[in-house]
Nanobody, 123 residues
Framework: QVHLVESGGGLVRAGGSLKLACAAS????????MGWYRQSTAKEREFIAG????????YYADSLKGRFTISRDNAKNMGFLQMNSLKPEDTGVYFC????????????????WGQGTRVTVFS
């Protein structure tokens, strides 16, 4: 299993940027696909972006329209989510999660989660 800790959230004006980080420890990080998910008030946790264990394949929610970029540095056991052109509707708690195996799938839920980092976008 992988232990995950998110960081980088905060308060940002609409149109601004934030870069979230996910620090992993435990098992070999590159053996696991990783995803970022967002939970907003009164909404279920939703998929934002995913990346394969190698980092070669990436996946995004259709609604993002190219504003977010997921990446990872397996040598440093780190995952990232670069968020640009932020909108108030991007507000929520962002979680990173690792899936069993190195292949990412939107239909499989992570079996390890971090504690989340809060992002608030104001207009």
């Amino acid at each position: 299993q992988v232990h995950l800790v998110e960081s980088g959230g905060g308060l940002v004006r609409a149109g601004g940027s934030l870069k979230l980080a996910c620090a992993a420890s435990g098992d070999t990080f590159g053996d696991y696909a990783m995803g970022w998910y967002r939970q907003s008030t009164a909404k279920e946790r939703e998929f934002i972006a995913g990346i394969s264990g190698s980092g070669v394949a990436t996946y995004y929610a259709d609604s993002l329209k190219g504003r977010f970029t997921i990446s990872r540095d397996n040598a440093k056991n780190m995952g990232f989510l670069q968020m640009n052109s932020l909108k108030p509707e991007d507000t929520g708690v962002y979680f990173c999660g690792t899936l069993s195996g190195a292949l990412f799938s939107r239909t499989r839920k992570p079996n390890s989660w971090g504690q989340g980092t809060r992002v608030t976008v104001f207009s």
